[in-house]
């Protein structure tokens, strides 16, 4: 675990340690140069212009999404890392190995969530395979999921993971996985996604084998397509949430790269709905590779102890 800033600047040299940076990547870096290179395109790809912000002792941030059965709902300000983690894979004779769209198993679950540490899957060939292990729950490194059958690849979250401060103030809590069917739901507003996430409406009989659940209980989530929606400001945008324009689109606070949501399609396999650079609503493979921004509850008695809520000045909840 990264416990001090001057671990963190030791880490992320180029000069002494561009192998190790370059695995954290998912590429090979072959000198220091090349690392050098590379370092703003993957700074920018957890939202950083420089490797001073990455090791500053700032405070995480997260942003509050709205208060929901009286708990405080919110989602990290900048994403885990690059942006390379599946939200699920499986092995070749599963889904041609793109996955399954069912969250209570998903493997992205497994790395945000606790109690997964001991968890292990099999390949085609009935061998253990060890990722995705809590990780990001334990700030620790280990291997992740990336890709097609089962891929991974190492994986550290000694300095993005949460610590045991934060975790005593998330709660379970109680989610929401009803599918849309992309072909005739697709170009809805916000009201009409929330109503979607909370009904029954999943895959039936898949061929994978697996049931569909609607509802999860845990304590980290990914971010709802209705959270998108209603983060921008409706007095100007008046598009459904797969027609956005730009008075949508300019105006969304959850306006962020490629990044995943928890809701499923409920007509295929493997399709997860994800926000697509901040414009329009879209379903891919679970097993592709987008950015990862962890949604939680805090609990009721969690109190302000300092700040005024800006981003130059945020709540310290405690």
């Known amino acids: 675990m990264i416990n001090t800033s001057e671990q963190c600047y030791e880490i992320f040299n180029c000069s002494t340690n561009y192998e190790a940076i370059g695995q954290l990547a998912g590429t090979a870096f072959t000198d220091a140069q090349e690392c050098e290179a590379a370092m703003p395109i993957l700074l920018n790809d957890i939202e950083l212009t420089s490797v001073g912000e990455l090791c500053s002792e700032h405070p995480v941030l997260y942003q509050i999404i709205g208060v929901f059965n009286g708990n405080l709902k919110i989602i990290r300000d900048k994403a885990i890392g690059p942006s390379i983690y599946s939200w699920d894979t499986s092995s070749s004779n599963v889904n041609n190995g793109n996955g399954i769209n069912e969250w209570s198993q998903a493997d992205i679950m497994k790395l945000l969530n606790p109690g997964y540490e001991n968890n292990q899957d099999l390949d085609n060939n009935g061998d253990a395979i060890i990722a995705n292990n809590s990780l990001w729950w334990n700030s620790e490194s280990g291997n992740c999921y990336v ?139 679970s097993v592709s590779d987008y950015d990862v921004y962890p949604v939680m509850y805090l609990k009721k008695d969690a109190v302000i102890e300092s700040g005024t809520g800006t981003k130059d000045d945020p709540y310290i909840a405690g």
Not at 162 to 169: G, H, M, V
Not at 191 to 201: G, T
Not at 214 to 223: D, E, F, I, M
Request: glycine share 8%.
């Open 147 to 285: 890709g097609f059958n089962n891929e991974t690849m190492s994986c550290d979250f000694s300095a993005a993971g949460l610590s045991d401060e934060a975790k005593n103030l998330i709660v379970d809590n109680l989610w929401y996985l009803g599918g849309i069917d992309y072909d005739t739901e697709r170009e809805s507003f916000a009201k009409e996604y929330y109503a979607y996430e909370r009904r029954n409406n999943v895959i039936q009989n898949p061929s994978d084998g697996i049931i569909r659940t609607t509802k999860w209980t845990g304590k980290v989530g990914l971010p709802y397509p209705s959270d998108y929606g209603y983060a921008t400001d409706l007095s100007v945008c008046t598009e459904n949430l797969y027609d956005y324009d730009n008075s949508c689109i300019g105006n969304d606070w959850l306006k962020k790269t490629y990044y995943w949501t928890m809701t499923p399609a409920s007509t295929l396999e493997e399709n997860i709905f994800l926000v697509n650079h901040g414009s329009i609503f879209y379903w891919n493979s």
